[in-house]
Nanobody, 124 residues
Framework: QVQLAESGGGLAQPGGSLRISCVVS????????MGWFRQAPGKAREFVAA????????YYEDSVKGRFTVSCDIAKNTVYLQMDSLKPEDTGVYYC?????????????????WGPGTLVTVSS
């Protein structure tokens, strides 16, 4: 069974940076696509970034392109999201997830469980 543990969130100023992490247990990211999602207060969870298995090609939601970078460490079975040039609208709870299908990640149509997420607040 997949278990996901996000960490690294916190408070950042506009224009600042944060790196969040997600330790994946139960499956290997060498065989699963990985993704990051976020949920802003009062809004539905939305797709942010995806990475093909083994750290292949990445895909980003338009509003984060050029600012966020998704990567992974296969040895640690961990996925990262480097967030630069943060904006107040990036505020939310960030979740990671995995799926055998890259398309399922990019469309956010996952059926499995979710981790607790990590809160990112961008404010001056």
């Amino acid at each position: 069974q997949v278990q996901l543990a996000e960490s690294g969130g916190g408070l950042a100023q506009p224009g600042g940076s944060l790196r969040i992490s997600c330790v994946v247990s139960g499956v290997s990211i060498t065989t699963y696509a990985m993704g990051w999602f976020r949920q802003a207060p009062g809004k539905a969870r939305e797709f942010v970034a995806a990475l093909k298995r083994r750290g292949g090609s990445a895909y980003y939601e338009d509003s984060v392109k050029g600012r966020f970078t998704v990567s992974c460490d296969i040895a640690k079975n961990t996925v990262y999201l480097q967030m630069d040039s943060l904006k107040p609208e990036d505020t939310g709870v960030y979740y990671c997830n995995v799926d055998r299908s890259f398309g399922v990640i990019t469309t956010g149509t996952l059926q499995g469980t979710w981790g607790p997420g990590t809160l990112v607040t961008v404010s001056s």
